[in-house]
């Protein structure tokens, strides 16, 4: 039994730990003491010194997986298999939000067992391990169906390449905790991907939640990870640009100042949507590809909206921002689905925010430099919107038509 940090109740604290080691110091001792025949002291010693200079040797652990707190709606990390998507829920039993994970109704098999594959939900991590790391696994979970959860070594999401130690699923909360040595097995051809966690073991549907995940790999203390390069695409620094806000500009001000663009909203809006600007525009994106987005701000608290794309095809999302007087840099993700010419854009919205916040930059990069584009940083904008927020042309030389546009963040009267 452990007591958990994070929960009010006593926990079961499930730990297994696989391979061997070097011999303790005090086994080495209790040894010698208790072997007449071990005469040799200066050998015992020698032995005895290297056994505490390996037990003295420290590592350290690093994560490899992107999140894990449904609080920040990660649904990325977790995946769910042939039950359907996990999705973020607020908490059953307690406070906050949990992920959710169905269950679907079994059937014995041949043997009069259970496939317990037949549901499961997948944590993904952000890189591969290979043979002869050691991993860590930990969450929080409970079931509303009490049950044995298999767990399962894979290459990409499907591709089984071993099982190890799982655990008895309860009816409250309960901390898993397992230290992994990466076989040959496990790590298959192209290395450990995704840990599957199979929960179809009996014949009723239930629900699985599961929150706080937490992957790491074991590296030396002395060894550093070398962070991918950032080959930036496109980077707003709000030197000379403003931002565009299309809906709503009546509840909401936008100024340069204080080394940034200072967002001011009034009161908060019906939509989150319907209080926008653009920071990013005419870059081209790839289909698939893994595209970051870090954003300098202070003084916001909240979901920090955002919609990356083209009009017609567009990834919408918000990132969690934790309320600070200072300046810090929040980091996100979006794969574009659809190729793109230089059209894209990079919108943030914040209609359900109210009070005043600042950016002072905006970055755009990617992590593979295999697809990144060659497109100069966006330092202002000149394209021209209508007041529905349509792109209509490049710059107000282009626009053929008289009428009320928006450019740079101003309203236009085009004659």
Same mark, same amino acid.
């Given at each position: 039994?452990?007591?958990?940090?994070?929960?009010?109740?006593?926990?079961?604290?499930?730990?297994?730990?696989?391979?061997?080691?070097?011999?303790?110091?005090?086994?080495?001792? +209790?040894?010698?003491?208790?072997?007449?025949?071990?005469?040799?002291?200066?050998?015992?010693?020698?032995?005895?010194?290297? #056994?505490?200079? #390996?037990?003295?040797?420290?590592?350290?652990?690093?994560?490899?997986?992107?999140?894990?707190?449904?609080?920040?709606?990660?649904?990325?990390?977790?995946?769910?298999?042939?039950?359907?998507?996990? +999705?973020?829920?607020?908490?059953?039993?307690?406070?906050?939000?949990?992920?959710?994970?169905?269950?679907?109704?079994?059937?014995?098999?041949?043997?009069?067992?259970?496939?317990?594959?037949?549901?499961?939900?997948?944590?993904?991590?952000?890189?591969?391990?290979?043979?002869?790391?050691?991993?860590?696994?930990?969450?929080?979970?409970?079931?509303?169906?009490?049950?044995?959860?298999?767990?399962?070594?894979?290459?990409?999401?499907?591709?089984?390449?071993?099982?190890?130690?799982?655990?008895?699923?309860?009816? *409250?909360?309960?901390?898993?905790?397992?230290?992994?040595?990466?076989?040959?097995?496990?790590?298959?051809?192209?290395?450990?991907?995704?840990?599957?966690?199979?929960?179809?073991?009996?014949?009723?549907?239930?629900?699985?939640?599961?929150?706080?995940?937490?992957?790491?790999?074991?590296?030396?203390? !002395?060894?550093?990870?070398?962070?991918?390069?950032?080959?930036?695409?496109?980077?707003?620094?709000?030197?000379? #640009?403003?931002?565009?806000?299309?809906?709503?500009?009546?509840?909401?001000?936008?100024?340069?100042?204080?080394?940034?663009?200072?967002?001011?909203?009034?009161?908060?809006?019906?939509?989150?949507?319907?209080?926008?600007?653009?920071?990013?525009?005419?870059?081209?994106?790839?289909?698939?590809?893994?595209?970051?987005? !870090?954003?300098?701000?202070?003084?916001?608290?909240?979901?920090?909206?955002?919609?990356?794309?083209?009009?017609?095809?567009?990834?919408?999302?918000?990132?969690?921002?934790? +309320?600070?007087?200072?300046?810090?840099?929040?980091?996100? +993700?979006?794969?574009?689905?659809?190729?793109? *010419?230089?059209? #894209?854009?990079?919108?943030?919205?914040?209609?359900?925010?109210?009070?005043?916040?600042?950016?002072?930059?905006?970055?755009?990069?990617?992590?593979?430099?295999?697809?990144?584009?060659?497109?100069?940083?966006?330092?202002?904008?000149?394209?021209?919107?209508?007041?529905?927020?349509?792109?209509?042309?490049?710059?107000?030389?282009?626009?053929?038509?008289?009428?009320?546009?928006?450019?740079?963040?101003?309203?236009?009267?085009?004659?």
């Amino acid at each position: 039994m452990a007591k958990s940090a994070r929960h009010t109740k006593t926990i079961d604290n499930f730990v297994s730990t696989q391979g061997g080691g070097f011999p303790s110091p005090l086994s080495l001792c +209790k040894y010698f003491f208790i072997n007449p025949n071990f005469k040799n002291m200066k050998k015992f010693l020698l032995f005895a010194a290297a #056994a505490l200079v #390996a037990s003295s040797a420290s590592a350290k652990w690093v994560s490899i997986i992107e999140g894990g707190k449904a609080a920040d709606g990660e649904t990325a990390t977790l995946q769910a298999g042939w039950s359907g998507p996990a +999705k973020v829920v607020d908490n059953p039993k307690g406070e906050g939000k949990v992920f959710e994970c169905p269950i679907a109704e079994n059937e014995p098999n041949g043997d009069g067992n259970f496939d317990d594959w037949k549901s499961q939900m997948f944590i993904c991590f952000a890189e591969p391990v290979q043979e002869g790391d050691v991993i860590k696994v930990t969450f929080d979970n409970y079931c509303t169906d009490t049950r044995t959860v298999g767990m399962q070594a894979q290459g990409d999401r499907g591709s089984y390449q071993g099982n190890f130690q799982g655990f008895e699923t309860k009816s *409250d909360w309960q901390t898993y905790s397992q230290e992994i040595t990466v076989t040959s097995q496990f790590a298959g051809a192209g290395g450990f991907k995704n840990i599957a966690i199979c929960l179809s073991s009996k014949a009723e549907a239930a629900t699985f939640y599961v929150n706080n995940v937490v992957v790491e790999k074991q590296v030396a203390d !002395d060894v550093t990870p070398v962070e991918p390069e950032k080959q930036v695409i496109a980077e707003n620094d709000f030197a000379t #640009a403003e931002g565009y806000y299309f809906w709503k500009s009546d509840v909401t001000n936008a100024e340069l100042k204080d080394g940034g663009l200072t967002i001011t909203n009034d009161v908060a809006t019906a939509n989150f949507w319907d209080v926008q600007y653009m920071v990013i525009d005419g870059v081209q994106l790839t289909a698939g590809t893994e595209y970051y987005v !870090d954003v300098k701000i202070k003084g916001f608290s909240g979901t920090l909206h955002y919609n990356f794309g083209t009009w017609s095809s567009n990834v919408n999302g918000g990132v969690e921002v934790e +309320k600070a007087d200072d300046w810090q840099t929040v980091t996100f +993700k979006a794969v574009p689905e659809a190729d793109t *010419d230089n059209t #894209a854009h990079l919108l943030l919205q914040s209609g359900d925010f109210v009070g005043s916040y600042t950016i002072a930059n905006v970055k755009l990069y990617t992590l593979d430099e295999s697809a990144v584009e060659t497109i100069a940083p966006v330092k202002a904008n000149t394209a021209v919107y209508n007041l529905q927020g349509v792109k209509v042309a490049n710059s107000l030389e282009e626009v053929a038509a008289p009428g009320l546009y928006i450019s740079n963040g101003k309203k236009i009267i085009k004659k």
